[in-house]
């Protein structure tokens, strides 16, 4: 029998009330994250991905905000949980690393006093200890001479090596699952790949699962074992990243691939999703995607179920037939 | 943190020279007066207005004119009055410095707390009716002048009910600390409710809509998602950077009141601070003594600055640097 998934998701959803209407910024998600699993969300910008994250925790504070659905941690539901009961879940069994390095941390406390203050907050160390464990993490992260640095300010750290202060914070009291949102989008390649290889070294350590929200697909192909592709607030494709690298099945998915820069490309000029990203206020009433999709039908009026078998589920009204001919058109171009 | 202290102060020292040195040319070098007839006060026979030319050394150059008038402020206080022949300006600023810095203080201390209890309390229950209606005393205490209210506290104390549940209040004026410090207490406690609510006011609802930014900032999301406490992410994070902008706000009102700014509560309440020695002088046009309370008020302004800066800098330590 399969372990049960460390974190269940299922049909969350979040929706804004603003003067124009009600706004889904994530509309009837569901994914599982196993234990020791990463999972990756793809999507574009403003596809809900962090709204998603941020509500199961709790973080989404607008007071306009609905959320439904249910999210299982270690089989308890956390939806909806008071922020007392949340308290022991938020940095100690679930750690998250925010968008933004540049201010996520408190501007007027040294980073070490921050490292500090979550590690007591969980582990009930004495004050030297929590600071002799801050040291280590630094150093864990690779931040180079950590005992002078860990009485240094936000501000005195480059954005990097405030991604990693970040990434040690969310680490320092052995999470069962790490959440990072976009951890690279703001640093420089080289960085960025520093940082992925850090996450990976230090999920192998903590045997902790990771949930890893990008828009680079380089950086699901290096990380992920399953993906999830977001437009609109929802799910259009889930599968394990290979399958979905090699036979990717919703267009939106083709898409982004395409949109990929490959060595071995034999056109000079990337090609790109036409039309812009849609609006989560005025979505269309059948799939999300159909306004900018080549292949659109009648039957794309409506609505279709994410399916599937097992382990490849998309949300397409293509025939299997149809994905076959479409994806041989594309793939030797005349 | 030291080298910074010392900067600041440096740089506030020279401030304070560049005031004098503006203020000296204001008075003594506006073309087309004659400094020593507005020194000596209307009608002055040719006898004094001699008197000054040669006390001020008005016929010499500027700088030494300049030093001349420090050295009479400063060195040898010994400047005095024409209006009233004889009286010297700098014991008279020396006496009403205490009483402003009394008055000014005493209600420091009281709008600092009712304000930032007033703003936390409010930031803490958005959307609840404690925020609102908070916001409403705090733009009430801002509209009401403080002339009025004191006169209103004045009515209710002195007159309508100072046969009954007033008649612990001793009439207007002032009794030194160092004569009876229930005194001092009894006599200030109007004039300070009175000067405290106008700025609570303001400062409850500055500190409110501060927070309330700070609340949505990253890094409360960060602390919260650490697992904090919701009083904690609201008092170590959010209010710790809040006031910083409060005590810029608060080191700005606190030099300018000292300098002179409380005059209507002071006049009100029969106070003879620096405001109301300013305020007489210059009705009298009693130009060393309107020169001196400039110069006292200049010295305080900067001087609250000053510490504000270095106040600023140990809340922040992202201007230590710079
Ligand atoms: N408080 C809010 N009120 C109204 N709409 C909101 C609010 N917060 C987020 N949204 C909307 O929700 C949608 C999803 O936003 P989200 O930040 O989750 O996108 P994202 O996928 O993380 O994008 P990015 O890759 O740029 O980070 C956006 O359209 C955004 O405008
Ligand atoms: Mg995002």
Redesign the interface.
């Known amino acids: 029998m399969p372990e049960a998934p460390l974190l269940q998701v299922r049909d969350l959803t979040v929706s804004f009330a603003t003067r124009q209407g009600a706004l889904r910024a994530v509309d009837g998600l569901s994914f599982d994250v196993g234990q020791k699993e990463i999972v990756g969300i793809v999507g574009e910008s403003g596809s809900g991905k962090s709204v998603a994250i ?1 509500s199961m ?1 709790g ?1 989404v504070r607008e ?1 306009n905000a609905t959320i439904t659905g249910s999210v299982l941690f270690e089989g308890r539901e956390i939806l909806g949980l008071s ?2 009961e ?7 069994s679930i750690g ?1 690393i ?1 968008q ?1 390095p540049m ?6 406390y ?1 980073v070490g006093w921050q490292l500090v ?2 590690i007591r ?2 582990l009930h160390l004495p004050k030297a200890a929590a600071r002799q464990r801050a040291i280590e993490l630094l150093g864990q992260v690779g931040i180079p001479d950590p005992k002078s640095r860990v009485d240094r ?1 936000p ?1 005195e750290f480059s954005g990097g090596m405030r991604q990693r202060v ?1 990434i040690a ?1 969310a680490l320092s009291c052995n999470p069962r699952l790490l959440i990072a949102d976009e951890p690279t989008t703001a640093l420089d390649v080289t960085t960025q790949a520093q940082i992925l290889d850090l996450m990976l070294k230090l999920q192998d350590t903590y045997d902790s699962s990771i949930v890893i929200i990008t828009h680079d697909m380089g950086v699901i192909a290096e990380m992920a074992h399953r993906v999830v592709v977001m437009y609109a607030g929802r799910p259009v494709e889930i599968a394990r990243e290979l399958d979905l690298v090699r036979h990717p099945r919703h267009p939106y998915t083709w898409g982004l691939l395409d949109a990929v820069p490959r060595l071995d490309a034999k056109h000079d000029r990337l090609r790109t999703i036409r039309g812009n990203a849609v609006s989560p206020l005025n979505l269309p009433p059948g799939c999300a995607f159909a306004p900018r999709c080549d292949y659109v039908m009648d039957q794309c009026a409506q609505r279709p179920p994410l399916q599937g078998d097992a382990d490849h589920v998309d949300a397409c009204w293509l025939s299997d037939a149809q994905r076959v001919t479409i994806r041989q058109r594309v793939e030797q171009p005349s | 943190m030291i080298y910074f202290i010392v900067r600041r102060f440096a740089s506030a020292v020279l401030v304070l020279f560049a005031i004098s040195v503006s203020v000296f040319l204001i008075f003594f070098a506006t073309p087309g007066v004659d400094p020593a007839a507005r020194i000596a006060g209307r009608s002055a026979s040719a006898q004094v207005l001699a008197h000054v030319a040669r006390e001020f050394g008005l016929n010499r150059p500027l700088p030494i004119r300049y030093w001349l008038m420090m050295e009479h402020l400063f060195i040898k206080q010994d400047l005095t009055s024409y209006v009233n022949i004889g009286v010297r300006v700098v014991p008279q600023i020396t006496q009403a410095a205490p009483i402003t810095l009394s008055l000014v203080i005493g209600a420091a201390v009281i709008w600092m707390i009712v304000g930032v209890l007033g703003g936390v309390v409010a930031a803490a229950n958005q959307g609840k009716f404690i925020d609102p209606f908070i916001m409403f005393i705090g733009i009430a205490a801002v509209s009401v002048p403080a002339y009025w209210l004191g006169e209103v506290m004045n009515l209710l104390t002195q007159s309508k009910f100072h046969s009954s549940i007033f008649a612990w209040v001793p009439p207007p004026g002032y009794v030194s600390f160092t004569t009876s410090p229930s005194e001092w207490f009894l006599h200030l406690l109007f004039p300070w409710l009175t000067l405290a609510a106008l700025y609570a006011g303001i400062y409850a609802r500055v500190l409110r809509a501060e927070l309330v930014n700070a609340l949505n900032e990253d890094y409360v999301r960060t602390a919260r998602a650490k697992g904090l406490s919701e009083r904690r992410i609201l008092f170590r994070h959010a209010l710790r950077c809040s006031l910083i902008s409060i005590v810029s706000l608060f080191g700005l009102d606190f030099g300018a009141l000292i300098g002179g700014a409380a005059l209507l509560t002071e006049v009100v309440f029969g106070l003879p601070g620096v405001g109301m020695l300013t305020y007489t002088s210059l009705q009298n046009l009693d130009l060393p003594v309107i020169m001196g309370c400039v110069m006292y008020g200049a010295f305080f302004v900067v001087l609250a600055n000053a510490v504000v800066d270095v106040l600023y800098a140990y809340l922040d330590p992202r201007v230590r640097l710079a």
Do not use: C, N, S, W
């Open positions: 941020y925790l973080l007071k922020d007392k949340l308290q022991p879940i938020r940095g100690g998250m925010f933004d201010t996520a941390l408190t501007p007027v040294t203050e979550q907050q969980h300010y501000h970040v914070m």
